[in-house]
């Protein structure tokens, strides 16, 4: 028998799969199906303060190799909120609460209600690429280490803190979090894409650019984990790409310790976390890895 639970900093984790957020709307109920067939946590949509109406349609399109996204921050906002991370915190699994703000000074306030309603940790977005405001702060070390710092003064769970691949260093900015008290790194968000309809002579998008994930991105995901990895000493959670048991492999290589799943979802189910698990379990017994753990970051020695 192999050993694929783990941990991510104080967060301990039965297997190393998580729903990535946003993927499935902001619905507590969504929440705990994915919790119920076997992810090791599962994180809520982006939250912010106010109550958010989506992207002109269509807001996410199917591409050869990935999904095209451009559903924005669309969100109940956080004082509607509570319910939806009740019903999820049902699922017996972490429940990481995922918070955006357009200003540095809001993300406190809001990390520490999403602690109040009881989620285990948080994942701060900074990285969203088609909403107006964010992508500053995904760019700016000193603006990543005072939202990082700001967050860490206001709650006592983990804080983990998402970045953006569309930036041009992005150890720098992972070292700007650490510095800064973060708790753990989660890479990637989506690669900032667009596509056109060469019939209509139009963007596909109608946001025009938009977010892409799915394979397409897995080895941008991977190569960002490996550079943070060198970079940091906090743990490390892969996202992109992630479908398959070797996927989680690639990135746990690279230096992850767990990884995010959300496009995989569309592609294979919400089997898609029982079935990286079981990949995961036989790829190590057939290599002759008894724990996860003595696979992260492999790649680099
Ligand atoms: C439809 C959709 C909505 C998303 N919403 C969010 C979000 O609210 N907050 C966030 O941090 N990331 C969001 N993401 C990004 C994912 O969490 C993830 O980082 C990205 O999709 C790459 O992983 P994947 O290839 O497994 O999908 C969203 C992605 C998609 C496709």
Do not use: W
């Not at 906090?234 to 398959?244: M, R, S, T």
């Not at 979802?265 to 990286?276: D, K, P, S």
């Amino acid at each position: 028998m192999v050993e694929i639970s783990t941990t991510v900093g104080r967060l301990k984790l039965q297997n190393p799969t998580m729903l990535a957020s946003g993927i499935l709307g902001d619905s507590g109920d969504s929440l705990l199906r994915v919790a119920r067939s076997g992810a090791g946590a599962v994180v809520t949509k982006s939250i912010g303060r106010e109550p958010r109406e989506g992207n002109p349609s269509p807001s996410l399109v199917e591409l050869e190799h990935g999904l095209l996204n451009g559903i924005g921050l669309a969100n109940p906002g956080i004082d509607n909120y509570r319910a939806e991370v009740e019903v999820a915190l049902q699922g017996d699994v972490p429940v990481i609460g995922s918070v955006f703000a357009e200003d540095v000074e809001f993300y406190g306030p809001l990390a520490r209600t999403m602690e109040v309603y009881g989620v285990q940790a948080l994942e701060l977005n900074l990285s969203c690429p088609h909403a107006e405001g964010l992508e500053e702060i995904a760019g700016d070390a000193d603006l990543i280490s005072q939202v990082t710092a700001e967050v860490k003064s206001a709650v006592k769970v983990p804080v983990f803190v998402k970045l953006s691949p569309n930036v041009r260093d992005i150890a720098l900015l992972a070292q700007a979090a650490e510095e800064a008290g973060g708790d753990g790194i989660i890479a990637i968000n989506t690669v900032k894409a667009m596509s056109i309809l060469p019939e209509v002579a139009k963007p596909v998008l109608g946001q025009t650019m938009g977010g892409l994930s799915g394979p397409a991105i897995k080895p941008v995901g991977v190569r960002c984990v490996y550079q943070i990895y060198e970079a940091v000493d906090i743990p490390l959670v892969g996202v992109g790409g992630v479908a398959n048991g070797l996927d989680a492999v690639e990135y746990i290589m690279a230096g992850a310790r767990a990884v995010q799943i959300g496009s995989g979802i569309h592609y294979r189910g919400l089997e898609v976390f029982e079935a990286v698990c079981r990949e995961i379990e036989a790829f190590m017994e057939e290599h002759g890895y008894r724990r996860l753990e003595e696979m992260v970051g492999i790649a680099h020695e």
